[in-house]
């Protein structure tokens, strides 16, 4: 079973920064796939950027520019860096990883989320 723990988010000035990581334990084989979701009240949840093993990343539109994703395939850690953050970026933001277990069983693992909220 892969266990997925956030961190990083908290209350930040529009304009501001914040910096989310996301831990991965567990016995795997092999993570491709990480990723960043978001889920403000009343919204369904949305992609804001991926990572695959190789490092090609892929970003939501309203985010480009602004944040970036990165990982560390060694410790099993994505993060996200957020920059310019608006008024609209508030939501909960949750870490997902999809890869293979050591039986070779894929899992499509979620964390339980951590509150960014961007106000003045």
């Known amino acids: 079973q892969v266990h997925l723990v956030e961190s990083g988010g908290g209350l930040v000035q529009p304009g501001g920064s914040l910096r989310l990581s996301c831990a991965a334990s567990g016995v795997t084989f092999s993570i491709n796939d990480m990723a960043w979701y978001r889920q403000a009240p009343g919204k369904e949840r949305e992609l804001v950027a991926r990572?695959?093993?190789?490092?090609?990343?892929d970003y939501g539109d309203s985010v480009k520019g602004r944040f970036t994703i990165s990982r560390d395939n060694f410790r099993h850690t994505v993060n996200l860096q957020m920059n310019s953050l608006q008024l609209e970026d508030t939501a909960v933001y949750f870490c997902n990883a999809q890869g293979l277990t050591l039986v070779r069983e894929s899992f499509d693992s979620w964390g339980q989320g951590t509150q960014v909220t961007v106000s003045s």
């Open positions: 990572i695959t093993s190789g490092s090609i990343t």
